[in-house]
């Protein structure tokens, strides 16, 4: 299990390669359908066999999946993505 945060919300990664989010989901940084805010964990159904998770700044964050494939979701007027 790892953990990223910034600021604005929380992003877990379970044993099960699940994500779990909560805090402000402004500008749907959150994974939801909507930009409520969250104060309780709740699992983004959208993602799944996720290795990595990362929160950013603007309300963007970013996860890796099994097969290497980037996803983000958010705000992303300024975003910089580095593979390495």
């Known amino acids: 299990m790892s953990v990223a945060t910034s600021q604005w919300l929380c992003l877990a990664l379970s044993r099960k390669s699940e994500v779990y989010s909560w805090g402000d989901g402004n500008c749907g940084s959150l994974g939801y359908a909507d930009d409520g805010e969250r104060a309780v964990p709740?699992?983004?159904?959208?993602?799944?066999?996720?290795?990595?998770?990362?929160?950013?700044v603007y309300r963007t964050n970013a996860t890796v999946n099994g097969d290497s494939k980037l996803f983000t979701w958010g705000l992303a007027t300024s975003i910089s993505i580095y593979v390495l």
């Open 42 to 56: 709740s699992r983004i159904e959208s993602l799944s066999r996720v290795a990595s998770i990362a929160a950013g």
